[in-house]
Each structure stands twice: as C-alpha cells, then as structure tokens.
C-alpha cells in the first residue's frame, strides 16, 4: 500500500517539529537518524508481516511502519526490514539491531521496563478460528470434547482449557498453518490466538474459514522502541493521524478485508 495521504496531512504534526529532515540528517531529535531505519517486523505472519517468494514483504504491520517511517522522513527504499521473532524482540531494540518495532507487539507492564512503546495502534483479542460452516463453536466456553490447536510454546490453548472448558483437547504444531491445514482435512476443530493472527489465515482462502468472533483477552498491539526514544511522541501523533487520514482503514482492508473480520473502532494512544 502507497500511503500518499501523508504528504498532504504532516502540517498537522508541526507542533512536535519537523520530521522530514529525520532522515539523512544527525540534528533531528530523530532516534533513528542517518541514510537508513532498520524495522523489525514478523516475516511468517500472513496478512500482518510476511516476506513474500519475490522477496517483497506484505501485510498490516508492514504498511505501518512504513506510513510511520515515512512521517519520519525515510523513503521506502531507506527502510531495512529485520525478522523479529517474538523472543528477540527486546533484546534487538536494547542492543540496536532495529531501531523500531511492529510485530504483533503487545504491550505489557513487564516489557515497559525493558523498552518503550508507542500506540497501541490496534488491540487484539484471542479468539478462534474454525472451517466457515462449523456452528457448533460458539465461544471458547463450547469446545468441550473439541480439538483445539495452538503453536508449541503457545499459552492460549492451555488458557481455554484452564479457564472455559475442561474437556478440550489440545493439539500443538510448530506453526500456525499446520493447524489450519488440520482443520480444513477435520482432524481438528479450531485453532486460537490473537484475532488478527487468525484473519491473516483466514484471508489466505476467502470464505473457506471464519472467526468465532468471541474474544475473550485483549493484547494492545504497539510500536517497541529503544528505552528513553525521543521518537515516540512523534510516532504517538502518526499513529493517531493514520486513523484520523483513513490510513489505518486502509492498510487493514488492503490486507485483511476478505478474512470476514470487521476492523475494530481505533484505540486511544497511550500516552504515558
């Protein structure tokens, strides 16, 4: 996605300085700085962050940062895109492999204390995932005597267990598309995590699978960056400007609108 409505609506961002000049330039109050913004972003989530066969990379996130980055004066040719898996995300903005992250990246007490954020630009929930003509699954309180899948490492499916129905049975893969797969052969019944994780597998096949729409968790989904970034209030002011613009809108419709999940209202930036 080109998101050109930028250019006509940084004159509303005067106020926390100019960030054309961020990139390329020393003496901008930028964090990042110089020729190049190193990003970090999943590569193996479809309709969020996903390095295509061409190379390319796809996906919600992606148009993100690149819509944040462009407000902070890179051009997409300047953005180095870096695989950030969930493990090494703190440990690759404290130690400057990436100057920002977008990953599914929630925000949480615990974390705050290690790097900051800026957002959340998006709050997920988990939910479910099941085949489009499953309507025996209402809610993670019906999956008694189901089969539920999750990734290996994964809290979620143990949480249904533990906290809605006792008599699941969970099955784990080391991806997410294995379980998809077993869905669509009926070895299994559902698959949970985060909402839009589950709308990026959903959009992959239009109308083959659906989201219960139950969700019973909420993940607020931000902006890592390095502790102390003199960024983040400028990227508090894009995140709020793509929902005024239509920009959000429109990086979720470009990549997930044929999953069958409605696009939330956006959330209030957190400004802490």
């Known amino acids: 996605m080109k998101l050109t409505k930028i250019a006509a609506t940084l004159g509303a961002l ?21 020729d190049k913004i190193k990003i970090g972003i999943k590569f193996d989530q479809p309709g969020l962050g996903f390095k295509e066969a061409d190379g390319d990379y796809s996906g919600f996130d992606v148009d993100m940062a690149e819509y944040i980055a462009e407000g902070l004066g890179y051009d997409d040719d ?48 988990q939910d ?19 089969k539920l899948c999750s990734v290996t490492g994964s809290t979620s499916a143990q949480k249904v267990k533990d906290e809605y129905s006792e008599g699941v049975q969970l099955q784990e893969f080391d991806t997410y598309s294995k379980c998809v797969t077993a869905i669509d052969g009926g070895q299994l ?27 019973f968790s ?4 931000g902006v890592g960056l390095p502790k102390g970034s003199e960024d983040r209030d400028k990227i508090n002011d894009l995140i709020e400007q793509a929902f005024e613009d239509g920009a959000w809108e429109e990086a979720f419709k470009d990549n997930l609108g044929e999953s069958g999940y409605e696009l939330p209202e956006p959330p209030a930036v957190d400004r802490y």
């Open 14 to 34: 005067a106020l926390t300085g100019s960030l054309a000049a961020c990139g390329g330039s020393d003496d901008t109050g930028s964090d990042a700085g110089g």
């Open 78 to 125: 300047q953005i180095e895109w870096v695989e950030a898996v969930s493990a090494n995300r703190e440990t690759f903005l404290k130690d400057g492999t990436v100057d920002m992250i977008l990953a599914t990246y929630s925000i949480t007490d615990e974390r705050k204390a290690e790097v900051d954020f800026a957002g959340p630009y998006y709050i997920a929930g």
């Open 189 to 215: 019944d559902a698959m949970t995590t985060d909402d839009i994780i589950l709308a990026g597998y959903a959009q992959q096949d239009p109308g083959k699978f659906k989201i219960v729409g139950a969700p």
């Open 218 to 221: 909420e993940e607020n989904y």
């Open 128 to 146: 479910l995932l099941v085949a489009a003509d499953n309507t025996d699954i209402t809610g993670p309180e019906s999956l008694d005597g189901k």
